[in-house]
């Protein structure tokens, strides 16, 4: 009987880089929910769509059907399937010079994973779920646990953290 080892090498060689198997839409759904959504929100939101007078370049980066409209240059925000041809990909890598620094300022930067998780959203084609769905995926990456209500907090994951066995036996004795 033959070894199988070769034949699961062939299998993972025509299957592609690593970062593609975990693109699959379900997956591109939770990846926007618990990481994309809030980079945008505490990222871009306040230039690109807070307040709909105010959206600088025209783009609107607060629906899917905003940014694949697209801002003042016509063109979609995003490419869906294909990160490299998303101008906002590329805004964010920072290293296009055809297209602008975004967000502009440099102690707001992008960290790697966040911009790693754009691209993995946008090559997963971009799904921007329903706020149910949203939630579902936020709860499903929420840590097992008890979650306790403290009196306020600086995000709604702070004022609503969640405590594992061991810590609420400290809270409580």
């Known amino acids: 009987m033959p070894h199988p080892l070769p034949a699961i090498i062939v299998l993972l060689v025509a299957a592609g880089p690593l970062h593609a198997i975990d693109s699959k839409p379900a997956d591109a759904e939770a990846v926007f929910a618990t990481r994309v959504l809030p980079v945008l929100k505490a990222k871009c939101f306040a230039c690109h769509g807070e307040d709909a007078a105010k959206i600088k ?20 925000g995003v490419a869906a ?14 290293t296009d010079a055809d297209v602008s620094e975004m967000p502009p300022k440099e102690n707001d930067k992008l960290t790697e994973a966040d911009v790693e998780a ?9 799904p921007w779920p329903s706020a149910g769905r949203i939630a579902e995926h936020v709860n499903a990456a929420r840590p097992a646990g008890t979650t306790v209500r403290t009196s306020g907090g600086l995000s709604p994951d702070w004022t609503n953290r969640s405590y594992g066995l061991s810590a609420l036996k400290l809270l409580t004795t």
């Open 118 to 126: 754009i691209r993995g959203w946008i090559d997963g084609g971009a």
């Open 57 to 76: 370049g025209g783009l609107d980066l607060t629906s899917r059907a905003a940014l694949l409209r697209g801002g003042d240059s016509g063109t979609p």
């Open 81 to 94: 399937g294909d990160a490299a041809e998303s101008p906002l990909y590329r805004a964010v890598t920072r």
